[in-house]
């Protein structure tokens, strides 16, 4: 879907296009074109096509500690007292 100034950007390509005689028309130039014609639109117009917003709910995980996490390397025994 495209925006507002998207679909102007789109207009003054064709009505340059058709005022040229179908001859080329530079990006560069239609930009600057739409950039002196654009006009904002009004913000009840934009709300009417934006898209509804829905906001996930976070829920609290549980953490989960690896198993090799579980014991520090102090805690363990060293090889040589195991024996």
């Not at 609290?60 to 195991?82: G, I, N, V, Y």
């Given at each position: 879907?495209?925006?507002?100034?998207?679909?102007?950007?789109?207009?003054?390509?064709?009505?340059?296009?058709?005022?040229?005689?179908?001859?080329?028309?530079?990006?560069?130039?239609?930009?600057?074109?739409?950039?002196?014609?654009?006009?904002?639109?009004?913000?009840?117009?934009v709300a009417?096509?934006?898209?509804?917003?829905?906001?996930?709910r976070k829920t609290?995980?549980?953490?989960?500690?690896?198993?090799?996490?579980?014991?520090?390397?102090?805690?363990?025994?060293?090889?040589?007292?195991?024996?």
């Open positions: 879907m495209a925006n507002a100034w998207q679909m102007h950007v789109k207009k003054t390509m064709e009505d340059m296009k058709k005022s040229s005689g179908n001859a080329t028309v530079y990006l560069k130039d239609v930009l600057k074109k739409a950039k002196s014609t654009y006009k904002k639109p009004a913000a009840s117009e009417h096509h934006a898209k509804p917003v829905h906001h996930k609290a995980r549980k953490s989960k500690k690896s198993r090799r996490s579980r014991k520090t390397k102090k805690s363990r025994k060293s090889r040589k007292s195991r024996k």
